[in-house]
């Protein structure tokens, strides 16, 4: 496990002025919200910065297999270890955690059980006005299981640099894994669109998984 946070910390450590990006914390006073689509997985955070460095919210989370679902209500915390500011740059160490519960259902949504459950990660990202790289890991997890273990690497770039209130546009390669259920990696393209304070992202693995993700700041 260490070695794989250490990879991913080394992978983007060497640190998009004012550009909007997926954010644990963003400026004080801002309510963000946040949310993230695929074929068998779907979360859903709102986030209020109390603090440029310290992020506090909520997270509503699904993991859905063959024979059932997962359902995690969590509160969460995001701190900023790590800033880096240029003119023409921005890069950033995320801790992230949190905090609920979990109810273990069938496909009828009877919920068998339910336990106490928490989640841990850490991400870092860098930008330009031309590239984007961001590395991330988390998990959420109960007593006697892993319910996520999920690993995240990103790297793209942007065809054109447009204005801060214009629409700025993103080709980007994405490499996600989730050892919970598989050890396999599930390579995406995804296209990000950013419009003032909303970003939308669309996009699909290799084998058809769809890929929708979506972020507001207020």
Do not use: C
Request: proline content about 2%; cysteine-free.
């Amino acid at each position: 496990m260490k070695i794989y946070l250490f990879i991913l910390i080394l992978a983007v450590i060497g640190f998009v002025p004012r550009l909007v990006v997926a954010h644990p914390t963003s400026s004080q006073g801002t309510l963000s919200l946040m949310g993230e689509h695929s074929e068998d997985m779907s979360h859903y955070d709102v986030i209020y910065s109390l603090k440029y460095w310290l992020g506090l919210g909520a997270r509503m989370h699904q993991q859905r297999y063959l024979l059932g679902k997962t359902d995690v209500a969590l509160g969460t915390m995001g701190f900023l270890l790590y800033r880096s500011n240029g003119e023409e740059h921005q890069g950033n160490v995320y801790l992230v955690g949190g905090a609920g519960n979990a109810w273990f259902k069938d496909l009828d949504n009877n919920t068998l059980n339910d336990d106490f459950a928490y989640s841990t990660g850490i991400q870092a990202d860098y930008e330009t006005r031309k590239i984007y790289t961001l590395a991330k890991y988390e998990n959420i997890k109960t007593k006697n299981d892993i319910i996520s273990e999920y690993y995240e690497l990103r790297a793209g770039f942007a065809p054109f640099v447009a204005g801060y209130y214009d629409l700025n546009a993103w080709f980007i390669l994405q490499a996600t894994m989730d050892r919970a259920e598989s050890e396999s990696i599930d390579l995406a393209p995804v296209i990000r669109l950013f419009y003032k304070n909303v970003l939308t992202e669309f996009g699909s693995t290799i084998d058809g998984n769809f890929i929708f993700n979506f972020m507001v700041h207020y």
